[in-house]
């Protein structure tokens, strides 16, 4: 079995791959609706953020592990970083990603009661942000 580092490594570099093949095929499209300078739904900056990922920890338990990970994120105009925390689970002879949270970008993960997007959770699911 690969260990979690491996693992991630090879998700991150076949997620980057997935999407330059999907940026790719939207270029017809793009090219038929929006003049070359609108980044509205454009990705652009998706593949940098992609490239930007790595992993700062590591926390295994019994079956499943924690993968704190962090990306450089375009954010309001500058340059921010963003982290997440994957939850790996253990199947037969390889890991598969479980689920995927997001540091508040609010107060930056620290879980403040008083933030008012996170209110003090700071690691958020998909459908909260």
């Given at each position: 079995m690969k260990d979690v580092k491996d693992f991630m490594r090879d998700f991150f570099r076949s997620r980057i791959a997935e999407e330059e093949k999907y940026q790719k095929n939207r270029e017809p499209f793009r090219r038929e609706f929006f003049t070359e300078d609108c980044r509205?739904?454009?990705h652009a900056d998706t593949l940098r953020r992609m490239q930007?990922?790595?992993v700062l920890s590591?926390?295994?338990g019994e079956g499943h592990c924690k993968v704190i990970t962090e990306q450089t994120v375009n954010y309001k105009?500058?340059?921010r970083k963003m982290r997440l925390?994957?939850?790996l689970q253990h199947l037969s002879d390889r890991w598969l990603i479980q689920n995927v949270k997001t540091a508040c970008l609010v107060c930056e993960g620290r879980g403040d009661k008083d933030c008012?997007?996170?209110k003090g959770n700071p690691w958020?699911?998909?459908e909260m942000i």
């Amino acid at each position: 079995m690969k260990d979690v580092k491996d693992f991630m490594r090879d998700f991150f570099r076949s997620r980057i791959a997935e999407e330059e093949k999907y940026q790719k095929n939207r270029e017809p499209f793009r090219r038929e609706f929006f003049t070359e300078d609108c980044r509205f739904d454009s990705h652009a900056d998706t593949l940098r953020r992609m490239q930007s990922e790595k992993v700062l920890s590591i926390e295994e338990g019994e079956g499943h592990c924690k993968v704190i990970t962090e990306q450089t994120v375009n954010y309001k105009g500058s340059c921010r970083k963003m982290r997440l925390r994957y939850t790996l689970q253990h199947l037969s002879d390889r890991w598969l990603i479980q689920n995927v949270k997001t540091a508040c970008l609010v107060c930056e993960g620290r879980g403040d009661k008083d933030c008012p997007f996170c209110k003090g959770n700071p690691w958020l699911a998909p459908e909260m942000i």
